[in-house]
């Protein structure tokens, strides 16, 4: 860690710094290629050392003493990295950098933290002029041990007898188990423990590099499935639940893609019988258009529209609906699978009983945190409007370039004016929604360290809230404009609704929005995965290199010269790799894509085959990155994903109300079915077109804007709406059919939304939440615990009766007399009745008794546990 990072870390109580170093172990394979050469060619050349990634060319192999201290016998386990102050020590800092002073002092302080904690420590003997320094930690088996117990770490038991004791010893077996003494320290820890050697018994994952270079870090096993215990193992339960996370949401993206593939293809199929669109190709219907714009623009042919229309069809069919009622389902599924993989993965990984360990130090009244949270909630409305104004640029933007466009005498650019116009603002929408997203990341952490989160865990939090709130109106509001604002707000003809009163707001195609919507969320769905997912996450990390390889140019020629001449070593190759910054970024990425997939999934049903394919390539190029780009983070044990399943489950409910509301009214399915069952002669599509447009009369037209250009014989135009006609005595006033279409729409939504909610109830109540073995393996372990306790208590209590009867012969009442020179709890524990050792339920009151005895020993002072909590 750098200076400042130990400037931080020094602050932090005794027990957080354990904890990092306990967990930090970095037992990474260093391992020497000579160029086209692989790694099962070479394992011999290979060493437990600190941090190489694979595939890296050295001039020099890997040394031993990468493994060691000096002394050759003590391993490293962590290694601390400073930038070397100049010779004179820190009073020479002091006077020339106060800030540089005392970071070296809080260093100082941290590192004797370190030593009267039980670490072994050793530094660097050379004397450097620039650079970075390195601190070897060493943590001998007393302090992982007492680490060990204090996480519950599960240990190997051997079926052995107790031997005969004297009753001294006896007390002080009974008093060692009922004061929870760490199991790696207690007597017998040979004989009762399968623990054949120190060494070996804390894995240090030695082999896992290179296995997980072969099995996981490469594109070659994209069909394989993710080694996630491995991963765990190596770089500790986070980032495994993360992987597993992914790959299970990337494994159900299959039968979504499947489904959403079909769905597709049937709009493929029907598109040459679909009614609707045969009439609007139709050239003999003569449905001539009312401008689209005022003045500049002539009349046209709904017939010209014809490629939209039928590109329309392939998104907006039946089938669409279908599918976005089996997407919510899928939603409720993966959620209801992925919690019976947490649970799964919890007992396998023994972390059923993992509680949160950090405790706030910082205690600030809400006077103190006031100002932090008002400009919180102003920044992020700040924000908030930043990006509706830029959504408004780009509505002005398609307002003018359409204009623009319209005016031009090229019958070729007046004919694509829709094409250009949606591409290209998404285009820019695109450039812009990166760039803000990179400046909302920096925004939301400076916002979050305003706060003052009391511990790690809030922090985390407080900063994927407001980073995702952020990001996620950013990603979005181009998508929910384009769904539900365009074209309802652009009057008609005669009565238009103007942008600074020379502009008219823009209308959906004739075929609908839903075209566009798809076109939109297409190119930013497609492209932000292509360019930030995955272009960044490969150049980001070259590019840091590159500017730290840059930086060390300013070594002076003596000092580069001396290191040309040394054999590098582990710690100063791992220097070079790029720091972890931890999972929030990567799981942004995923919860912007997932929302992409299941939000406004009825207008793209293409979205989870796209989805799918861009994570079979993220699930390799991060494990790609993670193995050899990157730092070895630090381990951290949790149980869940946190934050990001409350977030799954609030996209997930929100999915079905955007759903529904996408399907009622940005498509035209309703529309249709209210024309087929309600207004159809014939009960089929057959003048569905006909039926959805309205008339005008062109000598309505408001002064200046009717078109320049007089076109003979015309008299009504139509546009798309549901109005009363010109020669109506209510002209231009909402149809009767438009308030049929409405109720049917509201209808549909409640229906839609109803139907789902239950069908996912169906599925959470038919997925149990606990798979069925892991039950059973529950029950068992519970029943096996029982068993032991009650044999050890029978065993002891034999065992104590024997010695007794043989050194203190029975006065008076026999079960006193025996047991008057015992712990009082313990007499609790032992005054049974002899013949109760067969009975069930008096062994079960044996039982009891000594968890009872257990737990009030544990609150003495005299109790380990909480000793090692004092410290």
């Known amino acids: 860690m750098s200076a400042a990072q130990i400037s931080r870390a020094g602050s932090k109580p005794l027990w957080t710094s354990l904890k990092l170093c306990k967990q930090g172990i970095k037992d990474l394979i260093c391992c020497t290629f000579p160029k086209g050469k692989t790694p099962d060619q070479h394992i011999p050349n290979c060493h437990p050392g600190l941090g190489l990634p694979l595939g890296s060319l050295l001039t020099s192999s890997c040394l031993f003493s990468s493994r060691f201290f000096s002394d050759g016998r003590r391993k490293v386990d962590y290694v601390l990295v400073f930038h070397h102050y100049p010779v004179g020590g820190a009073e020479a800092y002091l006077e020339g950098d106060p800030a540089e002073g005392e970071k070296v002092l809080i260093r100082e302080e941290f590192e004797a933290r370190l030593l009267e904690a039980g670490l072994e420590m050793e530094r660097d003997t050379e004397i450097r002029v620039y650079g970075p320094s390195f601190t070897r930690l060493h943590a001998p088996w007393s302090v992982l041990s007492r680490e060990a117990e204090f996480l519950k770490i599960k240990v190997p038991t051997n079926k052995v007898r107790l031997p005969t004791l004297s009753i001294f010893s006896m007390y002080l077996l009974f008093n060692q188990r009922l004061y929870y003494k760490p199991v790696f320290n207690i007597l017998f820890v040979s004989s009762r423990y399968n623990i054949t050697s120190k060494d070996t018994f804390f894995d240090n994952a030695t082999r896992s590099r290179i296995l997980l270079h072969d099995e996981w870090a490469r594109y070659g096993a994209f069909y394989k499935y993710q080694p996630v215990d491995l991963i765990r193992k190596y770089f500790g339960e986070k980032i495994g639940l993360y992987f597993a996370w992914l790959g299970l949401y990337t494994q159900l993206l299959i039968p979504a893609s499947i489904v ?41 042919q709904l017939s010209s529209e014809c490629g939209t229309a039928r590109t329309s069809h392939l998104f907006d069919n039946p089938a669409t609906v279908f599918f976005a009622i089996f997407m919510s389902v899928w939603v409720a599924m993966f959620l209801e699978q992925w919690k019976r993989r947490q649970i799964t993965l919890n007992h396998s990984w023994d972390l059923t009983g993992l509680e949160d360990e950090e405790t706030g130090e910082v205690k600030l009244t809400w006077r103190d945190r006031l100002p932090g949270y008002l400009i919180n909630i102003s920044s992020i409305l700040f924000m908030f409007g930043l990006t509706f104004s830029l959504v408004f640029g780009m509505i002005v933007y398609r307002i003018v370039l359409s204009t623009v466009m319209a005016m031009s005498p090229d019958p070729q650019t007046k004919s694509n004016v829709r094409v250009t116009v949606t591409a290209t603002a998404v285009t820019i929408n695109l450039v812009v929604i990166l760039i803000l997203d990179e400046i909302y990341g920096a925004v939301a952490v400076w916002l979050t360290e305003l706060e003052i989160p009391r511990t790690e865990r809030d922090f985390e939090e407080r900063l994927i809230l407001k980073a995702f709130l952020l990001k996620f109106v950013n990603a979005y509001a181009p998508i929910f404009y384009v769904a539900f604002f365009k074209g309802r707000f652009a009057g008609r003809p005669g009565d238009y609704v103007y942008v600074f009163n020379d502009y008219r707001m823009e209308e959906c195609a004739p075929g609908g929005c839903l075209i566009e919507l798809c076109i939109q969320l297409s190119i930013i769905m497609v492209g932000k995965q292509l360019i930030q997912n995955n272009m960044f996450e490969i150049g980001i990390p070259k590019l840091k290199k590159l500017i730290r390889a840059f930086k060390d140019k300013g070594i002076s020629l003596e000092e580069r010269e001396g290191q040309l001449t040394r054999h590098p070593q582990q710690w100063n190759l791992d220097y070079t790799l790029v720091p972890f910054d931890g999972l929030t970024p990567e799981y942004m990425e995923m919860i912007i894509q997932f929302g992409f997939v299941s939000l406004f999934v009825a207008s793209f049903p293409l979205a989870p085959l796209f989805a799918l394919i861009n994570n079979v390539i993220e699930i390799r190029l991060d494990a790609k990155k993670f193995v050899t780009e990157l730092r070895r983070p630090d381990s951290v044990r949790t149980k869940d994903i946190g934050i990001w399943y409350n977030i799954l489950s609030g996209m997930g409910k929100f999915s079905v109300i955007i759903n529904a509301f996408v399907i009622s009214f940005t498509s035209g399915f309703i529309p249709r079915m209210v024309y087929q069952y309600m207004y159809s002669p014939t009960g089929t599509m057959h003048g569905f077109v006909d039926h959805s447009l309205s008339y005008f009369n062109i000598s309505h037209f408001p002064s200046g804007t009717a078109p320049t250009s007089k076109a003979p014989n ?61 039950s059973e393996q529950l029950k068992r372990e519970k029943k096996m615990l029982v068993d032991v306790f009650l044999r050890e208590e029978k065993e002891k209590l034999h065992l104590v009766q024997t010695l007794f009867s043989k050194n203190h012969p029975s006065e008076g009442h026999p079960e006193t007399a025996r047991f008057r020179t015992l712990h009082p709890g313990l007499t609790q524990s032992l005054r049974q009745p002899e013949d109760g050792e067969g009975g069930g339920t008096k062994g079960i009151r044996r039982a009891a008794s000594f968890s009872q005895f257990t737990r009030q020993m544990s609150m003495s002072p005299r109790n380990d546990a909480a000793r090692h909590t004092a410290v």
């Not at 069908?759 to 149990?768: H, K, P, Q, Y």
């Open 714 to 774: 015309i008299t009504f135009c139509r546009y798309r709406d549901y109005r009363e006609p010109p020669w109506s005595a209510e002209a231009y006033q909402f149809s009767k059919a438009y308030w049929a279409v409405l109720a049917a729409r509201l209808a549909f939504v409640i229906l839609f939304q109803n139907l789902v909610m239950f069908l996912g109830l169906l599925v959470a109540w038919m997925i149990s939440d606990v798979p069925k073995d892991i």
């Open 260 to 300: 959403g593939v079909f769905v597709f293809c049937y709009g493929c199929n029907t598109v040459d019988t679909n009614i609707p669109s045969q009439e609007m190709c139709d050239e003999h219907q003569n449905f001539t258009m009312c401008p689209l714009c005022d003045r500049a623009c002539d009349y046209w």
